[in-house]
């Protein structure tokens, strides 16, 4: 892969659902992800279903929350 990957950073995590990984790329995607994801969004993280390769159980900080964090000193 070549790249950190952002869980390194601690700026992005896998959220399981009933101890079960949603399965990477198989085009579907379990409800209880879908029921969090709006909460996430709204938090200014990005969520890996709208990704190339699915990934519906990867959510991370976009860089705008990262920015907006900087910009107050939080980071």
Known sequence: ????STHAFGL????NIAG???N????RTQ???ILIADYFHEEGWV???GFRR???MHFEVSRQQLEEWRAEGLI
């Open 12 to 15: 992005a995590l896998d959220v």
């Open 20 to 22: 079960q990984l949603d």
């Open 24 to 27: 990477f790329a198989d085009g």
């Open 47 to 49: 969520w890996g279903a």
């Open 54 to 56: 699915e990934d519906s």
């Open 31 to 33: 409800l209880g992800l």
């Open 1 to 4: 892969m070549g790249r950190t």
